[in-house]
């Protein structure tokens, strides 16, 4: 059974650094591509980066530069730097893989950037 749990969110004035952990089980994060989702109030969830089994990383425009993703393979968790935050990073953050077809998701954590 593949769990994700995040932890790491919390309130932060901008221009200030976070970093989201999400400790995977039943799945190994160094074979899985692993990505960090994020949902803002009255907003649809989008990717904000991903990393594929070899290591490649992909970002979303607005956080290249700033946010960084990585995993720990002996911890078996998948990191999310975070750092010059923006009012606008603010939301629920998510833990997100894909397996035989299956979605699974953590069950977020909230992350609130103040101006």
């Known amino acids: 059974q593949v769990q994700l749990v995040e932890s790491g969110g919390g309130l932060v004035e901008a221009g200030g650094s976070l970093r989201l952990s999400c400790i995977a089980s039943?799945?190994?994060?160094?074979?899985?591509?692993m990505a960090w989702y994020r949902q803002a109030p009255g907003k649809q969830r989008e990717s904000v980066a991903s990393i594929a089994s070899d290591g490649t990383t992909i970002y979303e425009d607005s956080v290249k530069g700033r946010f960084t993703i990585s995993r720990d393979n002996a911890k078996n968790t998948v990191y999310f730097q975070m750092n010059s935050l923006k009012p606008e990073d603010t939301a629920v953050y998510y833990c997100y893989t894909r397996r035989f077809g299956y979605n699974y998701w953590g069950q977020g954590t909230q992350v609130t950037v103040s101006s």
């Open positions: 039943g799945i190994r994060v160094s074979t899985t591509a």
